[in-house]
């Protein structure tokens, strides 16, 4: 009986060894021919599930996005956990996680010169944001109170800080160990939650609590 292969599943493994190989060499020293010797297969095995090395790096990044939601969202029913744990899920604070962060930086390099790889990082963006705004929104019980501008200004500061460590870290990651990164990330949770609750006027009794329901 042939071998059951799940194509899914191999295409996943492909893209996230990719992910180690932009990680550890560069974007440029991330060959077709590299990434196969790392994921255990020939070069005519890759490109029977992508065409060329850009395909590879857009599936990449979109396991990594997956990966990223799956940490950030508790399935219903799960206790809710505060704001600072789950958006420190978002940081380089481990290994894996250094990894991801790592080819992140590296395809920002690229997209400037690269169309195709503009449109994917727009809609990457979207993305993000909407999962982090979904954070937010869970996390803090002021979030309905706070009016639409202030509410759009902390979602991208959030999102601005946690690329800013990012980035930070992968250029720099002695200096940048993971109860540091969470250590800033809390500090600025705390001042843009009472910086949104002084703009919005929202009563004393709501902001008792900045890191939870």
């Not at 930086?105 to 195709?116: C, E, I, L, P, Y």
Request: net charge positive; proline share 3%.
């Amino acid at each position: 009986m042939p071998k059951i292969v799940d194509h899914d599943q191999r295409r996943d493994q492909i893209a996230l060894v990719a992910c180690r190989v932009v990680a550890e060499n560069g974007f440029d020293q991330a060959t077709i021919v590299r990434i196969a010797r790392e994921a255990g297969y020939t070069t005519g095995m890759v490109a029977h599930y992508f065409d060329t090395k850009q395909d590879i790096i857009i599936a990449a990044l979109r396991l990594i996005l997956r990966r990223i939601e799956e940490r950030l969202t508790r399935p219903s029913g799960d206790a809710q956990a505060d704001l600072l744990t789950v958006l420190s899920e978002a940081l380089p604070i481990d290994e894996q996680r250094y990894i991801e962060c790592a080819f992140w930086t590296a395809f920002w390099g690229q997209v400037s010169a690269d169309k195709r790889l503009k449109r994917i990082n727009a809609w990457v963006h979207r993305e993000y944001m909407r999962l982090f705004e979904r954070c937010l929104s869970e996390g803090w019980s002021i979030w309905p109170q706070l009016a639409a501008g202030t509410r759009e200004q902390v979602l991208r500061s959030v999102v601005t800080f946690i690329n800013g460590v990012t980035a930070s870290a992968v250029a720099s990651q002695s200096d940048w160990p993971g109860a540091k990164q969470v250590e800033q990330l809390r500090l600025q949770l705390q001042l843009l939650h009472t910086w949104a609750a002084e703009t919005s006027a929202v009563p004393a009794k709501k902001v008792s609590s900045w890191t939870s329901r």
